[in-house]
C-alpha cells in the first residue's frame, strides 16, 4: 500500500486561520493514493461527514484544494450552498504564497456528483477527478478528466495555471474531516432530568428489576395473558448501530459479551431479513421483543409496504426483504389476522450521531425515514430517536458516560437532530453500545436500561388508546405461551 500524503502541524496551523481559528481535529478519510481513485469509494469514506478538507498533491510539488462546511453527498450533478467554502494554494516548490480563494456565489459552492471525487464550484472551479482512473507508476492520470475552470471562487485562470505549474497530474487527492477541538462544556445542570439517582451497581439493579417485571399495562389491570409482551421496531440508515444495540441489551442480561444479532461495517445493510428476538433473564424471556429491519440505504430501500405490515403485525419472524419487491398475502411469512402482541407498539429510529446533524444521512435514505414516520404518525406509532455512538462526539463523555446530561454538545447534538427529523428533542435517546467493549460496562448497561425503559413508557401510551377494548368483549386472549406467534 502507498503511503498517502500527511499534513504537517504547519500546513493543519495556516488551514485552522483560513477556517476561522481555534484548535482542529484532522481525521484521515480518504487517500486516492491508498483507497484508489474511485468516485465510489471517496463518497463511501466521505459522505455525510461534515466539514471536510480536499487537498490535491500535484506532481510539480504543489498542493492546493478546497475546504468545506457542507457534507458531501451522492448526487446527480446539483449544486449546493455553502457560504464557508474557499480554495487555497498551500504550498509549492517555487516558494509562492500560501493563499485562499474566498467564495463569490455559494450557491454554487460545492457540485454533488456520485460519479466525481471533491467538486468545487460550478465551472467546475476544482473537479479533482471524474469516473475511476487506474494509477500508473506513482502518479495518478487525471489530466483527462480533472479541471480547473474559475468562476465561482475568487480566483483567475493564470492563478490556476501557477498553482498547477500546468500540470493535472496528482501524486495524491486526500480527504480530511475537520472538527473543533474545544473544552468540553459541562453545564452545571443535567440538560434533561433523569428520575435517576448517581450512576453506580445500585441503579443499574434497580433498572434491571424494573425491566425483568415489566408487563404491559400492569397498573391497569390489564391481564398478561391479554398482552404478554410488546414489540419496539428498530429502524434506521445502514451502519447506524441498530443489531448493536440488541446486542448490548442482551450482553447485559446474560452478563456476558453477546454478538446474537449480525453487527458490523458494510456499505449495504447486514440485516437481510425481519428479525424477532427476545431477551432471557431468570430464564424466561422478558416482556418484550427487539424487532430489527433492513437498514435504510440508497440502493436498496425498504418497501414501505413491507413497513406497513411489520406495523400492523402481517409479517413473521425471519421474513427475507426482497429487492424492488415486497411481501404478499401468499407468502408464508404473511400473517392474515395479527392480534394486538403482533403489532409494533413503538418504533426507535437509530442513527449515527457522529454524522452531520443537519445531514444526518443522504437525501434519498431520508425521504425513505420522512414516508415511514408519516406511516406512523397515520397509525398513531409512538416514535423515539436512537442516538447512537455518542462516544465519538466528545472525548470527555467517552471517558465518563455518566456525565452524558451535562454535556452541551450532546445537548446542542440533540436538539439538532431533533429538529432534522422533525420529532420533539425529549424523544432523542443519546446511546453508546459495546461494539468497542469486551467486558461489561456498568454506564453503557445503565444508559441503555435508561433508553429501554422509555421505549417500554412509549408502547404503553399507544396501548392506552385501546384500553377500553382489552377491558370488554372486544379482545379475548389469544396468546398460548408455549407458542412462538411472532
Not at 6 to 34: F, H, P, V
Not at 227 to 245: C, D, E, H, R, T
Not at 352 to 367: G, K, S
Request: hydrophobic share 35%.
Amino acid at each position: 500500500m502507498a503511503s498517502f500524503k500527511q499534513l504537517c502541524e504547519q500546513d493543519k496551523e495556516k488551514i485552522n486561520k483560513w477556517i476561522g481559528g481555534g484548535k482542529k481535529r484532522y481525521t484521515l478519510l480518504y487517500s486516492a493514493a491508498n483507497n484508489g481513485c474511485d468516485p465510489t469509494t471517496f463518497h463511501t469514506n466521505c459522505d455525510n461527514k461534515g466539514p471536510t478538507v480536499t487537498l490535491v498533491y500535484n506532481v510539480n510539488g504543489n498542493v492546493y484544494g478546497g475546504y468545506a462546511r457542507v457534507s458531501w453527498m451522492s448526487g446527480s450533478g446539483e449544486s449546493v450552498y455553502d457560504s464557508d467554502a474557499f480554495l487555497f494554494f498551500l504550498k509549492g516548490e517555487s516558494g509562492q504564497k500560501p493563499c485562499k480563494f474566498m467564495i463569490k456565489a455559494p450557491e454554487y459552492a460545492l457540485t454533488m456528483n456520485k460519479d466525481c471525487g471533491p467538486t468545487f464550484g460550478k465551472g467546475p472551479d476544482l473537479l479533482t477527478f471524474q469516473n475511476a482512473i487506474t494509477k500508473v507508476t506513482d502518479s495518478l492520470p487525471l489530466p483527462l478528466n480533472s479541471v480547473m475552470s474559475p468562476g465561482t471562487y475568487q480566483i483567475s485562470a493564470d492563478t490556476v495555471t501557477e498553482i498547477t505549474g500546468g500540470k493535472f497530474d496528482a501524486e495524491d487527492v486526500v480527504v480530511y474531516a475537520v472538527e473543533d477541538v474545544a473544552q468540553e462544556i459541562y453545564l452545571p445542570t443535567p440538560w434533561r432530568e433523569m428520575d435517576l439517582p448517581t450512576w453506580n451497581s445500585e441503579l443499574l439493579n434497580l433498572l434491571k428489576k424494573e425491566i425483568e417485571e415489566y408487563w404491559p399495562l400492569r397498573e391497569m389491570g390489564v391481564s398478561e395473558d391479554v398482552i404478554p409482551y410488546i414489540n419496539i421496531l428498530l429502524l434506521g440508515p445502514v451502519g447506524a448501530g441498530k443489531s448493536s444495540f440488541f446486542n448490548t441489551l442482551n450482553s447485559l442480561f446474560r452478563e456476558r459479551l453477546s454478538i446474537q444479532a449480525r453487527a458490523g461495517s458494510s456499505d449495504t445493510s447486514l440485516t437481510k431479513s425481519f428479525n424477532v428476538y427476545s431477551i432471557i433473564s431468570n430464564r424466561r424471556p422478558l416482556r418484550f421483543r427487539i424487532c430489527d429491519c433492513r437498514g435504510f440505504e440508497d440502493a436498496h430501500g425498504v418497501d414501505l409496504f413491507d413497513i406497513e405490515a411489520i406495523l400492523d403485525g402481517n409479517i413473521k419472524n425471519k421474513y427475507t426483504f426482497v429487492d424492488k419487491s415486497h411481501i404478499t398475502k401468499e407468502s408464508p411469512f404473511y400473517r392474515r389476522d395479527p392480534k394486538m402482541h403482533d403489532r409494533v407498539h413503538c418504533v426507535a429510529i437509530v442513527v449515527d450521531a457522529n454524522n452531520d446533524p443537519d445531514y444526518p444521512m443522504t437525501e434519498h435514505v431520508q425521504e425513505q425515514i420522512k414516508r415511514t414516520q408519516e406511516l406512523m404518525n397515520q397509525k398513531g406509532v409512538p416514535q423515539l430517536i436512537l442516538m447512537n455512538k455518542i462516544d465519538g462526539l466528545s472525548e470527555s463523555v467517552r471517558g465518563d458516560l455518566s456525565r452524558i446530561f451535562h454535556s452541551q454538545e450532546v445537548k446542542e447534538r440533540v436538539e439538532k437532530l431533533a429538529h432534522s427529523l422533525r420529532l420533539p428533542p425529549y424523544t432523542v435517546l443519546p446511546m453508546k453500545n459495546i461494539d468497542t467493549e469486551q467486558r461489561i460496562n456498568i454506564n453503557v448497561n445503565i444508559l441503555a436500561l435508561y433508553n429501554l425503559r422509555q421505549m417500554l413508557r412509549a408502547a404503553d401510551d399507544y396501548l392506552l388508546n385501546y384500553l377500553d377494548e382489552f377491558s370488554g368483549d372486544k379482545f379475548e386472549p389469544t396468546y398460548e405461551k408455549s407458542s412462538d406467534t411472532i
